[in-house]
């Protein structure tokens, strides 16, 4: 006799014929089924790109599977328990698989509809052995997390040994914009067809609250895109990608940067690809170490790490809030025209014209200013989710509630990313052409940043006290002859900030 076929449950971020559920499976052996969640696509209003990017992504790779004699099944139903009892209905002999999921909510909603499920192989570190390093160590530091991974996954190694003699190039990266002409990478522009006209249409018809510009050229929705995507920025970009991988500049919107992530985190690029193309590259002599440590540190450090802790620190992490930061979401946020901040206005507007900006923007223009105005880490993590192409609730809690808004009370990071505009005018052109001026900290024409930087550590001065590499920066409250006229315009900042009116 015949064995029933397995049904497999296949979610969005899973787009991988090599990972998963999908691994073994057969058209013989394994049928496909897809639930749309309506919930999840009406209950909040997403950035047009990202919700255009992960249904095209997915409809394109049901395509490829259909094409290789899947039988595929998508069900739209009110949400996913709905779907899965709909389905079970009409095959109730089912037998439903899936690869376990990248959230605590739907890990566990799988677990309660009895759905078996594969270990997520999606990553390079098993979330068993992450949750071991972790508990082993006296601090979560990722460069000590970063050098196990070289050395387990034995990448730039020479033996035990770093290749180069360093594990970490720092101090060789991380440049500002250079002063004179530059000539950045060319943009990679990704074509449409009749998939991505369909997935647009209907969500025009349907009327989904979206917000954002529409699709252009920027993203792909395939898997020969996210390919393409990655030669590109292997032939363009990787050289000068740990050089400029902190600055920021209206010249470019990318700078060295990869685009990569979406494809990463939807599943259409796997880690193992990007590591063993890159590393080619770098073996075959015109890249410099410093580059390509830089680039390998973001993928089997970074990603990992977050991967892990979000998984570590369990599902309550997203609620934490240890600064008792309760400010509503600046209107600033979701509208550029309510800020005369360059730095602000720039990344708002590049976000609202392709749902992503680089780690820099990300970390010390959106978070600090969030940070020091003392805005709920709830309210910015949710508007974060719903603006950013490649935004996962794997990556972004722990991103937002840890790294970002030291929410978490330093568990995740040993001191706040807080600072004024000092930093921001160092990376960036940005100031040159602002309304204010970094260095001034009181006056109508003083930097938001440069003064709320200084409320900042003044009003968490005792919470701070015992951090010792807060010293530094707590020291030089001391030092400030103005700081009650700094505190005075803090005020009047932050009413200004609340109304969108600065
Ligand atoms: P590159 O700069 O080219 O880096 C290569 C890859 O490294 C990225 O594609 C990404 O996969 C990985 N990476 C680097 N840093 C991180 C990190 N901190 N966490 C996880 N992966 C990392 N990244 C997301 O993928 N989704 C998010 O929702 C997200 N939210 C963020 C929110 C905040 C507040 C901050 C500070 C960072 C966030 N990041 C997020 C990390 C990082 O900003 C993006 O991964 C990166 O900007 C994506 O662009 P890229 O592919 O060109 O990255
Ligand atoms: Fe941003 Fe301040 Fe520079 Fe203006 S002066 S661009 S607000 S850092």
Redesign the pocket.
């Given at each position: 006799m015949v064995a029933p076929k397995e049904t497999i449950l296949l979610l969005n971020d899973h787009l991988h014929r090599h990972y998963g559920a999908l691994k073994n499976a057969t058209p013989a052996t394994h049928r496909v089924l897809v639930v749309e969640s309506e919930r999840m696509l009406t209950t909040r209003s997403w950035h047009v790109q990202r919700l255009f990017f992960l249904i095209s992504a997915r409809d394109h790779f049901l395509q490829d599977l259909v094409a290789e004699g899947f039988e595929v099944e998508l069900i739209r139903s009110p949400d996913t328990p709905a779907g899965i009892a709909q389905y079970r209905l009409a095959n109730p002999d089912s037998h439903i698989v899936a690869t376990e999921p990248s959230s605590h909510r739907q890990l566990k909603q799988f677990q309660e509809l009895g759905i078996t499920l594969h270990p997520n192989d999606f990553f390079l570190t098993p979330r068993p052995l992450f949750s071991q390093w972790a508990s082993a160590q006296k601090t979560l530091v990722m460069e000590n997390f970063y050098r196990a991974q070289r050395l387990r996954l034995n990448i730039l190694m020479e033996g035990a040994e770093p290749i180069g003699g360093k594990w970490n190039y720092d101090a060789d990266n991380r440049l500002p914009p250079p002063k004179g002409e530059h000539r950045w990478p060319a943009y990679l522009q990704h074509s449409r067809d009749a998939i991505d006209e369909r997935v647009l249409q209907e969500i025009v018809d349907r009327k989904l609250p979206v917000f954002g510009k529409l699709p252009d050229s920027t993203w792909g929705t395939t898997r020969q895109a996210a390919l393409q995507q990655l030669d590109h920025?292997l032939t363009h970009c990787f050289d000068e990608?740990g050089a400029y991988?902190d600055a920021m500049t209206t010249e470019s919107w990318?700078v060295n940067?990869?685009?990569?992530?979406?494809y990463?985190?939807v599943g259409l690029l796997h880690?193992e690809e990007v590591i063993e193309a890159a590393l080619k590259r770098f073996k075959g002599g015109d890249i410099p170490l410093a580059g390509a440590e830089g680039?390998i540190r973001?993928?089997i450090g970074?990603?990992e790490?977050?991967?892990g802790l979000y998984w570590f620190f369990g599902d309550l992490y997203r609620h934490e809030n240890s600064l008792a930061a309760n400010r509503p979401l600046l209107p600033l946020f979701e509208d550029s025209s309510k800020t005369e901040m360059k730095c602000v206005a720039t990344t708002v507007e590049d976000i609202h014209s392709r749902a992503?900006?680089?780690?820099i923007p990300?970390?010390m223009v959106?978070?600090n200013l969030a940070l020091i105005t003392g805005t709920s880490p709830q309210e910015f993590l949710d508007w974060?989710?719903r603006a950013?192409i490649?935004?996962?609730d794997w990556?972004?809690v722990?991103?937002?509630i840890g790294?970002?808004l030291h929410a978490d009370g330093g568990k995740l990071a040993t001191k706040p990313y807080a600072s004024g505009g000092a930093y921001i005018s160092k990376m960036s052109n940005y100031c040159k052409s602002c309304a204010f001026d970094p260095k001034k900290r009181v006056g109508e024409d003083a930097c938001p940043f440069t003064t709320l930087y200084w409320d900042f550590l003044s009003r968490n001065r005792d919470r701070f006290a015992k951090n010792h590499r807060m010293a530094q920066q707590l020291a030089g409250i001391n030092r400030l002859s103005d700081l009650a006229e700094t505190k005075e315009r803090a005020q009047e900042v932050l009413d200004l900030l609340s109304r969108g009116e600065l």
């Open positions: 920025f990608f991988e990318a940067h990869s685009l990569l992530s979406p990463l985190n880690a680039f973001q993928i970074w990603r790490y977050i991967n992503w900006v680089h780690h990300r970390l959106l978070s974060m989710r950013f490649d935004a996962a990556v972004m722990p991103n937002v790294m970002s």
